[in-house]
């Protein structure tokens, strides 16, 4: 694994409150990452992991509290909020690749329109990540044509292609077959190895043994214990993840 | 029959002035509908607001009265000019009554496209960092767009045939026409009625067709 760079953190996050309506679904949240780390965030359903995981790019807004990234506090709107974002990828649940544009115009559309890269350019660093994720050879088709792993791993190549500072992952397996999980798991344990700044939110507990530096254990909407993998996986120290461990990890 | 054929240019101009009217204000309507469908799906309140109150104000009123307005209220009373050519000037300000109440149909239409675009394809647009308006012009409206093509070409048909109303403020295209054919053929009412009706089921027709096959081919698969 990679070493982490201690002193500055790429962001931070302190006192952070969000609300649904009456619904508290972030409390309190206080929360760094370092340069170079791997956040794996579980929890049950409804724990606020997804919204943790969207409040970081301000896909949702916050209601109170701090957001720091990269030394600056969270734009609120404007350009700087889209620059902002550029330098942020997120893979989500459902892909969202454009359903209009090729597999290599999903690529190549960021590099091209926000960082005004010349086309040509744009579209050899989109074949090679493509290359790198496994798919270079479906660069001319519609996302429609391809299976879900195929689509996932386009879209991490998506946002790879922003040269991001930090890719955000909102359980990015779980609307996939069984059988094709592990190919983007593969992608996700290379990038870690790389030195991506990641904070992954999922369910697949081997991949957070594998490639997680840390994990952050979430319910009702507050962080209640954060460690190890190795510490929180064999020995956790709060009952209420023990009580999740025990209906995971069973089977 | 024989009065059809000899006023055959006149009526073909009649239907050129027709066609003319529906293409520009068509073009015009295309652009400043989605325009407004833009304004109304904007985090500005204050253009959400005003897109709303234009496309209710104009979709409840009457073409004529918009029309005569045009042409009495614009042309007349404001002195809006677009030229010394008393028929082209009226043409142009048929255009504007057209144009202004075809849009408003062309903005709920835009619109009820960019609902059936899933959420996600605006969040992963603003997650690598185009802005409103880029995601909008990017992502939202080709796939808006293309859902609503068939619904598009329903309202430029009924466009061919809302030109009529230009008539009310004196363009010479095909309905003026037909009542002018009327006053000199007295004895050919029937014949040159169905003339002019043969001469709209061909221009609408074709863009029926045309748009149903569009519609199918540009289809968005997801």
Redesign the interface.
Known sequence: MTEISGSDPLVRLEGVNKHFGPLHVLKDIGLSVARGEVVVVIGPSGSGKSTLCRVL?R?ETIDSGSIVFDGRELPA???AL?????????V?Q???????KTILENVT??PT??RKIPRQQAEQRGMELLERVGIASQAAK?P??LSGGQQQRT?IA??LA?DPKMILFDEPTSALDPEMVQEVLDVMVGLAKDGMTMMVVTHEMGFARRAANRIVFMADGQIVEEGSPSEFFTKPSTERARDFLSKILTH | MEAVVDELPVILGAFWLTVKLTVVSGLISLVWGIALAAMRVSPLPVLRGAGALYVNVLRNTPLTLIIVFCGLGLGTVMDVQFSDDLSLNSFWLSIIGLSAYTSAFVCEVVRAGINTVPLGQAEAARAIGLTFLQTLRLVILPQAVRTVIAPLGSLLNALVKNTTVAAAIGVMEAALRMKNLFDAHGDAIIPIFLGFAAGFVVLTLPLNLLSGRLARRLAVVR
């Open positions: 790019n896909l709107e404007g350009r889209a620059r902002l974002r550029s330098e942020v990828g997120m989500f459902s892909f969202n690749l454009f359903a209009h559309l960021g329109r926000v519609y429609a044509q879209a998506r946002a922003m």
